[in-house]
């Protein structure tokens, strides 16, 4: 096996820095999307009720002319002939 080579400072330094550094980006990142994402899934959720409650009149609806589809004077028994 070949020993490890020894890693200059230099590089362990700009390494540890680099790491650091991205864990200081991404938490700062993180807090300025965070209230984004937050109104984001509000409005999400406002349009989901309203897209919810929209098909359940169109449902209503669609029952409903169902119903007088049924009760139509031609359905009734105004059978040709009779």
Do not use: H
């Not at 362990?12 to 938490?27: D, H, P, Q």
């Not at 965070?34 to 009149?57: S, T």
């Not at 609806?61 to 359905?75: R, Y």
């Amino acid at each position: 096996m070949v020993p490890p080579v020894a890693v200059s400072p230099l590089i362990k330094t700009a390494r540890w820095s680099a790491l650091f550094l991205g864990m200081f980006y991404g938490k700062q990142r993180f807090e300025y999307l965070k209230p984004i994402g937050a109104e984001e899934r509000r409005i999400e959720e406002a349009e989901k009720k309203a897209r919810e409650e929209q098909e359940r009149i169109d449902k209503q609806l669609a029952e409903g002319n169902q119903d007088t589809q049924i009760l139509t004077p031609s359905s009734i028994g105004d059978e040709p002939g009779a």
